[in-house]
Every structure is written in structure tokens, then in C-alpha cells.
């Protein structure tokens, strides 16, 4: 056995463990043992002078996140025969177990991708990246020509394994003239597991072969490839990879999709973190946009409204199909609910066919698509009654399962095991074969219980027992206190403290015919089941595009029932570069007051928003801390996300044209690990705005200049705003938050510049919060009754009064700096060139 175990060490890298199947338990020896005890907290043994640990087989999901956790990989030894008594159990490594390759359903999150990706840089500096998340079948590859953009997709797919070039990767860290690339392989590292693989394995050729083998396809013109195309050679890194670990071909992708990213709304990392669309800044799902909005049902559901949320569609037809259908919910409640009720019946199809397709078979996995697949009818029958398209759309979206149906339901028993070795999976009457083995085996207990009552009638022993144990079989136990009373004919087996245990020649031919029965039954069982599976898959290709169906549905029936229960509008999605918005909440802060306790009417005082790339571009919004700028500007970003995905929005009414991008560069972080403060973090993610952003994109600025000194930050707050406003006819709509009053100034110097402050009531130096958007500049701050609201001390408080007004008498204000500045009577237009957002726009589309 031990030589067993190291034919299949040898052939693995020194950073798996090898999980070895013995009988119950999966065992690790030498220095896996070693390394993975402490990591599972499990005593460390020996036998025969070699360390060994070892987990209980039934057991393995609660150990292998942990040691995925530590950066191990796992290889999964198992038996590949029923154990007989003399004989070494055939076996062998049937899965590589890495983060990016799981599939059970233990081992994810049913509500979020599970992506693993793999990008290689080629000799144009471009990114080809491609991802795959194996348990639900998705693949899907692109090209980037821009650090910004690739971020954008990995931040929003947050892969759990990272596939790079060996050598190319630790060059390119160090190489600088690969114009920002580098800074995402140094950190890397810092982020997600990375796998390493020969630089060959990203070859564009190479690639194309096993995308061609995988997708059983001459070639792939297609899925509108061209040959040796740069992006299947991470396409192809990660179709090896993943067969390596699978021990086979992953039998689930059956596509591979090129993503465009210029039809998608880019949301960069930062953007992404800022508006907390995915996670809150504590790194929770609970408080988030994906969270406000989630109302699905089904785990398809939860991963394709996730998918929305990170790549919104630019496309005005997709948008508006999808509202129709989140319309035609919205208007037909008693219908939602029904299929509300069907919906929560499906299970994770996809995921099941994923693990169904890669040999991880469970009578559980059988049992859950039947009762996924029988609520198909009753959902279509709903949807006859309430969507407002064809019938005949319907049906070809969601096929008929009804024979299938009855198949699995004749085939499958209603209580089912786990595994299909613990038995009674198959129904009775299903197979004749099955059912006799089984009589048999019945018959033979019976025999058996029989025969122990005229053992303890004929020898006079009360105690008597006939058990079952492995490694003996079946045998006569007796006490030794009634060893005197032992027939003549009993043959002793084995000498226990206790007792003796012994057999007869009727026992020993009644054992083989148990064991032969149990035996047969088990290997019928298992091969009806295989036969079960095998057609269960012939519908894959329709089961998965039901599957969609079934997410979308889900997805646009949850948002129709946030639309009816939080009064969202029907946003007019157009091409006219305008922003209008009427009476705009802001849909997390909104349902956290009502959570908190807030009457529903009072929770959330709603604002109007007026942008447009051509007239009112920018807005400056002045007004005190705490008055609501910050969620004021904030809110506007996901109204508009909001409208690209399809969704309602929380407003009264809602007009946007539709965006490119969104950028946000608000509040405060650092990254001291990689030198960065908090200043030069928010400089970073303002030079990023600025070098890509295009008339079409939406900006909101929080404090820009804020964390250096105040000429310095005020100095640059006006550059940057000039910058955005241009020289041509129009720019990016913009959201300007700010205290440094000075700059309102510039709305008579910059057409499309527009003043707006935050409203409040002043009441015996006390400040009341309006929290409502209105035009002009404010002419204060307010800065001392908000850290009296915070609760500083009162001595500090009348001190700081005191120096303020010595500050103003003195006259200590940037007023000089900008009467120097209408001094000089200098235009934005004539001073350094300024971007022409225009034909910013036309390059990039």
C-alpha cells in the first residue's frame, strides 16, 4: 500500500497534499503530514516510525477550505473499488483540488461567481485575459488595451485564482516601460492566489488546440475568433490548468464568449469600493447596492444580477428589453408572487450539470434537478399569463421537461443518501434485476435473525449474538461465562477479552451468499445510477439555457417587487448625454433609516439632479459636513448604474443618457504598504479620472485637494475643475463636492459650470440639516457647530470661535489669491491646452 501511496506522490508538486483514501478516512503521510496537522488542527500520529494524520472521509468539506486558505492544493486519492478481504484497493488521484477549480457545493458560495483567470501581456503591451468558472460552465476571454479597464473587470470578477506566465510575470514587475502593467503583477501577489505555468503554455497556437479539442470544434470562426488570436492563449493556460486539476476535460464549457468591453459601463476598482456596489468599506455584502436591490430567489439569480451590477450593458435595446419584462412584473403582483413561490423550488442547475458533467455524482445532485425541473411547467403557465411576448417565446426559452421529469421520478427513491455507495438510491420496481438482489439480501438478514433465535434455543445461551465485522464477516459471539455450553460443531474464530467468537459451515455458506448479494446489489445500483446520469446529460444544452431563462426571471421579478415596494420609476434610457432626475433617493441610506426605525415617509429627504455634457456639465456642491453632499452625489452614480442594468431607480421620475463610464474619488484611504498616504491615493485616483474619462462618462469628486495644505489643495481642486470643463463644447458630467468656497467663483468664467449648495437653517448658533439641493453658492462652512454636534469639548468650541473671528478680521481667506487671479482676466481657453472631451469620445468609439 505504502508503494501505492508513493507512485502517486512522486508524480504531484511539493505545494499539494495528497489526501489518501484508507477505508473511512483520508490519510497523509510524511511531510504532508507534517505541514497540514497544525492547519487542520488534527493530532499528528506514527505508525511504523513515519508521521501520519488523517480526517474522516465524510468530513473532507470542512477540512479543505482550510487548508486552501494556507495556500495548499489538495489531490484527492480514492478508491476505485469496493475493498475485498487479501486484495490491494485499486486506486487512483481522480481531482486536483486549487481555489480557482472547486466545485462541490460546500466549497462556494452559491450567490457569487467562482472564476479562476489567466492573463499574459503580448508584444503590443496589450492584456488578453480570459476567466472561467468552472462549477457553473461560464468562459469568456478579452482583450484590454488599457491597465484601467483590465482593473475594472478584475476587480468586479474578484477571481479566486490568478493563472500568470512564469518567467514573463517576474520580468514584467520589474520591466517600466509597460505602461502601468506592471504595478498590477506586483500586487498580485498581495491579493488572490497566483499559479505558475510555462511561459509556452500562453502561446496563442497552443491555445486554439485546446479551446478547439475542449469545444470539439474544427475551429473557432465561430465564436468569432480569428486563428492564432492573442486571447486564446490565456484562454488555452487556463483549459490546461483546469483538466490537469480535473484529471479530465472539463465536460461543462461549452462555449467560450470574447467579451467587448467598449459595450459595457466600466466601473473601476476605485469607483467600485467608493459607491460599496459589491461590499461596504467594512468588506460586508449587508449595506451595499448589490445588497439593497438583491430580491432573487434562486442562486442563478444572485450570480447573473451580480454580473449586471459589474459590466451594465451601453446597449439602449438590451436595457429597454429588460425593463419591459420588469414592467410587465411590476404590473401583474399576484402572478409574481405565485412564481415567487415556484422560483423557490430551483435549485443551482448549473452547478449540479458542472458537477454531474465531472464525475462528482450524488443521488442528492439527481434529486435536486428533479425538483428544479418539475416547477418549469407551472412557472411557464405564470409567465403566459403576464409577460407580454409570445407563447411560443416562452416555450423555446424554457423547453419541455415533463419526460424527464417522470423518468427521474420512476428512477429515484424519495429519501436519497449522499453517496451513491450508501445505497437505496434506486426506487423499487424500477430495475427487476435490483429488487432480487435486494430480496436476496432481505431474505438473508432474516435468515440470519432466524438462525440466531435457534442458536440460543438449541445451546441454552440467552446472550447469544451472530455479527458482522469487517475484517471477519459474519460469526457467533459468546460470552466466556457460557463457554462451557459451546456446541461440538462451532469452530472457534477469534479470542476476545470478553468473549469468543466462532462459526459454522451453514454460516459460512450463508456469508458468501449475504456478501455476493450486497455486492451484486451495490454494483447494480451504481451502474443504474451512472446510466441515471449519463441520461439526465443528454439535455445539458437545454437545461442550461432553461437555467439562464430561469435567472433572468428571477432577477426581473426581484426588481419589480423593490420597484413596488419602494415606489422606483420606469427610467427613459436615450443617447442625449443629459442627467435629469426627479425627486432622487439614494437606495441603501434609503431602506437603512426605514431598517432603523424611520417612518417610510420621513427616511429620506429626495432631490432633483440636472447634468448635461453640452449645458449644466458641472456642478459645484458647496454646504456643510453632515448636510448630505456626500450621499447627495453618491446617490446620483447609482441611480445612473442603476438605470444601465435595467433596473428601476428610486425616484419620481428619471431621464440618462446613457454612460461610458462612471468614476468616483471620494473619501479617504491610504495604502501605506505600497508608500502610498492618503493624499497621494486620492491624487492617484484623480489622475485616472482625468486621463479616461470622455463626455459620455459620469464623474462625482468629494474634496478634492483636501489632504494637503490649503493653497496646494485649492490650487489643484481649480485645475481640476477647469480640466474637466474644456475648451470644446462640451465634457464629462461632473459632481464637484467641495468647502473650498473660493471655487464657485468660476461659475462666471466657465459656461457649462453651475452652482449648487446644500440647504440649511440657522437657529441660535445652531444648524439645521435640510438636506436639500438647491442653486447658488453657500457662504459658510459651518465647521464649528459640526464638531459641537460631534461632541468637542465646549472649551474648544468657544476657543475656536474666538480664533475664527480673529482669522476673518485679519482678513486670513484666499481673497487675495483670487483677486490676483480676476486680475489677471486670463480665460481657461487661453491658458494650456485644455482637452476636447469631443474628440476624446470619437477615439475611443
Not at 294 to 317: F, H, Q
Not at 666 to 682: I, P, Q, R, W, Y
Not at 811 to 824: D, P, Q, V, Y
Not at 825 to 831: I, M
Amino acid at each position: 500500500m505504502m508503494e501505492q501511496y508513493w507512485e502517486f506522490r512522486k508524480s504531484l508538486p511539493k505545494d499539494t497534499a495528497l489526501l489518501f483514501r484508507l477505508g473511512d478516512f483520508y490519510e497523509m503521510f510524511y511531510d504532508d503530514a507534517i505541514e497540514c496537522a497544525p492547519i487542520l488542527g488534527i493530532t499528528l500520529t506514527k505508525r511504523s516510525s513515519y508521521p501520519m494524520a488523517g480526517i474522516p472521509y465524510h468530513a473532507l468539506s470542512q477540512y479543505l477550505p482550510k487548508l486552501l486558505s494556507a495556500g495548499k492544493k489538495v489531490a484527492i486519492c480514492e478508491q476505485d473499488e469496493i475493498p475485498k478481504a487479501g486484495k490491494l484497493v485499486k486506486r487512483s488521484i481522480n481531482r486536483i483540488l486549487t481555489p480557482g477549480t472547486m466545485l462541490e457545493d460546500s466549497q462556494l458560495d452559491s450567490r457569487s461567481g467562482s472564476f479562476i483567470m489567466a492573463f499574459n501581456i503580448s508584444k503590443d503591451y496589450s492584456l488578453q485575459a480570459s476567466w472561467m468558472d468552472l462549477s457553473s460552465g461560464e468562459f469568456y476571454c478579452a482583450d484590454f488595451s488599457k491597465p484601467e479597464n483590465f482593473l475594472s473587470v478584475l476587480s468586479a470578477l474578484n477571481p479566486r485564482e490568478i493563472l500568470l506566465p512564469e518567467c514573463g510575470s517576474e520580468k514584467w514587475k520589474s520591466d517600466e516601460t509597460l505602461m502601468g502593467w506592471n504595478a498590477i503583477f506586483r500586487s498580485l501577489a498581495d491579493l488572490r492566489p497566483v499559479s505558475l505555468l510555462p511561459d509556452y503554455r500562453f502561446a496563442p497556437d497552443y491555445g486554439e488546440n485546446l479551446v478547439k479539442e475542449l469545444l470539439g470544434v474544427a475551429n473557432l470562426s465561430g465564436f468569432g475568433f480569428k486563428a492564432n488570436e492573442n486571447v486564446l492563449g490565456a484562454a488555452g493556460a487556463l483549459v490546461f490548468y483546469v483538466s490537469e486539476n480535473l484529471r479530465n476535460k472539463p465536460q461543462n464549457i461549452s462555449f467560450l464568449r470574447k467579451i467587448a468591453t467598449e459595450k459595457c459601463l466600466l466601473i473601476d476598482a476605485a469607483t467600485q469600493r467608493n459607491l460599496e456596489i459589491f461590499r461596504t468599506s467594512s468588506g460586508l455584502k449587508e449595506g451595499s447596492l448589490l445588497d439593497a436591490i438583491d430580491r432573487t430567489l434562486t442562486p442563478t439569480g444572485a450570480r447573473l444580477l451580480e454580473s449586471y451590477l459589474a459590466s451594465p450593458t451601453i446597449e439602449a435595446e438590451e436595457i429597454k428589453r429588460r425593463q419591459n419584462i420588469v414592467w410587465d412584473f411590476f404590473n401583474a403582483p399576484s402572478e409574481s408572487a405565485e412564481l415567487a413561490e415556484y422560483l423557490k423550488n430551483v435549485r443551482d442547475i448549473p452547478r449540479i450539470l458542472g458537477r454531474l458533467q465531472n464525475r462528482i455524482r450524488s443521488p442528492r445532485e439527481l434529486g435536486a434537478l428533479l425538483s428544479s425541473i418539475v416547477q418549469i411547467e407551472p412557472i411557464k403557465k405564470v409567465l403566459k399569463a403576464c409577460l407580454g411576448c409570445p407563447e411560443e417565446k416562452i416555450e423555446n426559452a424554457f423547453g419541455d421537461y415533463s419526460g424527464l421529469a417522470n423518468y427521474l421520478s420512476s428512477a429515484l427513491s424519495d429519501e436519497l443518501p449522499a453517496k451513491i455507495q450508501d445505497g437505496g438510491a434506486i426506487r423499487d420496481g424500477f430495475d427487476a434485476e435490483l429488487d432480487n438482489l435486494r430480496l436476496m439480501s432481505r431474505d438473508s438478514k432474516t435468515w440470519l435473525a432466524n438462525l440466531e433465535r435457534e442458536e440460543q434455543i438449541a445451546t441454552g445461551i440467552k446472550n447469544l449474538r451472530i455479527k458482522y465485522n469487517g475484517a471477519f464477516g459474519y460469526f457467533i459471539e459468546i460470552t466466556k461465562s457460557n463457554l462451557n455450553l459451546v456446541p461440538p460443531h462451532y469452530i472457534r474464530r477469534q479470542t476476545m477479552t470478553n468473549a469468543e467468537r466462532y462459526t459454522t459451515e451453514d454460516l459460512r455458506k450463508k456469508e458468501r451468499e449475504i456478501l455476493h448479494s450486497e455486492v451484486a446489489a451495490m454494483e447494480r445500483e451504481d451502474a443504474i445510477f451512472t446510466e441515471v446520469t449519463e441520461n439526465v446529460l443528454k439535455y445539458f444544452s437545454s437545461l442550461m439555457k432553461t437555467s439562464h431563462a430561469l435567472a433572468e426571471i428571477d432577477v426581473f421579478r426581484g426588481w419589480a417587487e423593490l420597484a413596488r415596494d419602494w415606489d422606483y420609476c420606469r427610467p427613459e434610457i436615450d443617447e442625449s448625454g443629459e442627467i435629469f432626475i426627479e425627486d432622487g433617493r439614494h437606495p441603501v441610506v434609503e431602506q437603512v433609516l426605514k431598517k432603523n426605525g424611520t417612518s417610510k415617509t420621513l427616511a429620506f429627504v429626495p432631490n432633483d439632479t440636472i447634468l448635461s455634457s453640452g449645458e449644466e456639465q458641472i456642478a459645484i456642491i458647496t454646504g456643510p459636513n453632515m448636510a448630505g453632499k456626500s450621499t447627495y452625489i453618491r446617490q446620483v452614480a447609482l441611480i445612473s448604474l442603476l438605470a444601465q442594468t435595467g433596473c428601476f431607480v428610486p425616484a419620481k421620475s428619471c431621464k440618462i443618457g446613457i454612460l461610458d463610464r462612471i468614476f468616483s474619488r471620494v473619501g479617504a484611504s491610504d495604502e501605506l504598504s505600497k508608500g502610498n498616504s492618503t493624499f497621494m491615493v486620492e491624487m492617484n485616483e484623480t489622475a485616472n479620472i482625468l486621463n479616461n474619462a470622455t463626455s459620455r462618462s459620469l464623474i462625482i469628486l468629494d474634496e478634492i485637494g483636501r489632504g494637503t495644505s490649503t493653497y496646494d489643495g485649492l490650487s489643484i481642486a481649480w485645475g481640476v475643475v477647469e480640466y474637466l470643463h474644456g475648451k470644446g463644447n462640451s465634457g464629462p458630467k461632473t459632481l464637484f463636492a467641495t468647502h473650498y468656497h473660493e471655487l464657485t467663483r468660476l461659475e462666471g468664467a466657465l459656461p457649462r459650470l453651475v452652482n449648487y449648495r446644500i440647504a440649511v437653517k440657522e437657529w441660535n448658533d445652531e444648524i439645521i440639516f435640510i438636506r436639500k439641493i438647491e442653486k447658488g453658492a453657500a457662504d459658510k462652512s459651518y465647521g464649528i457647530q459640526v464638531a459641537r454636534l460631534a461632541g468637542l469639548p465646549r472649551e474648544v468650541i468657544e476657543r475656536a470661535k474666538e480664533i475664527l473671528s480673529e482669522l476673518e478680521a485679519e482678513g486670513f481667506t484666499m481673497r487675495e489669491h483670487l483677486a490676483l487671479e480676476n486680475k489677471i482676466k486670463r480665460k481657461p481657453s487661453a491658458r494650456k491646452p485644455q482637452p476636447d472631451w469631443e474628440s476624446r469620445q470619437m477615439s475611443l468609439f
